[in-house]
């Protein structure tokens, strides 16, 4: 029940295209919802996030989209550039704990 | 502000030894969070310091131990090192305990290292 499932393991788009990743949790305690982005050797860096209470959060070209009944919640680059390229890794939290579980990240390579 | 670093960079350590990690929090944050990343997978979540004070604890043995000073730096200690230790560690600072509702957290570089 503490599982954040992601997909796809690895992506790869066309620069200008559109990047979707995708995550699913069990534990409705969950609250916070956050997505983060990893170069090689650094380490993760918060891209944005999101609360159950609303269903889509748009920050420039990043996009979450959020759906409480089915427990699910999604990552949409718009544009896609080869600078995205990276590991992006959804994550999954509650309040009362502050303890982040992480799925097990997507590796994205925009073709320039 | 400052943001989060952790010291060093890079380590390399051969069974059986111990090995303290360092993190400084990023300016004004009380809370710090550890995480183990192994090579492709995703952070794993060892435990959590609040004001000084261990605030939870993931399924990491014992030899796993952890401490914040006044000044909200913290330390990871690894006791008895094993090969499947090898692994980068983050840590992750953020304002407030588990009272205030605030989640985010700020992961600094991470400290890779290797155990041989």
């Known amino acids: 029940q503490q599982q954040v499932k992601q997909s796809p393991q690895s992506l790869i788009v066309q620069k200008g295209g559109i990047s979707i990743i995708n995550c699913a949790y069990e534990n409705t305690a969950f609250d916070y919802f956050p997505w983060y982005q990893q170069f090689p050797g650094k380490g993760p860096a918060l891209l944005i996030a999101?609360?159950?209470?609303?269903s889509e959060k748009k920050e420039g070209r990043f996009t979450i989209s959020f759906n409480k009944s089915a427990k699910q919640f999604s990552l949409h680059i718009m544009d896609s550039q080869p600078g995205d390229s990276a590991t992006y890794f959804c994550a999954a939290s509650n309040s009362g704990t502050y303890k982040y579980i992480f799925g097990t990240g997507t590796r994205l390579k925009v073709l320039a | 502000e400052t943001g989060v670093t952790q010291s060093p960079t890079h380590l390399i350590k051969t069974r059986g030894q111990q090995v303290t990690l360092r993190c400084s929090s990023q300016?004004?944050?009380?809370?710090v969070s550890w995480y183990q990343q192994a090579l492709g997978q995703g952070p794993q979540f060892i435990f959590q310091y609040y004001r000084e004070e261990e605030n939870g604890r993931g399924n990491f043995p014992p030899r796993f131990s952890g401490l914040q000073f006044p000044n909200y730096s913290s330390e990871l200690n690894v006791n008895a090192l094993e090969l499947d230790d090898s692994a980068l560690y983050l840590c992750?600072?953020?304002?407030?305990?588990?009272?205030?509702?605030?989640?985010?957290?700020?992961f600094g570089p991470g400290t890779r290292l290797t155990v041989l």
């Open positions: 992750a600072s953020s304002l407030g305990g588990s009272r205030t509702g605030v989640n985010e957290q700020f």
């Open positions: 300016s004004g944050h009380n809370t």
């Open positions: 999101i609360r159950p209470d609303v």
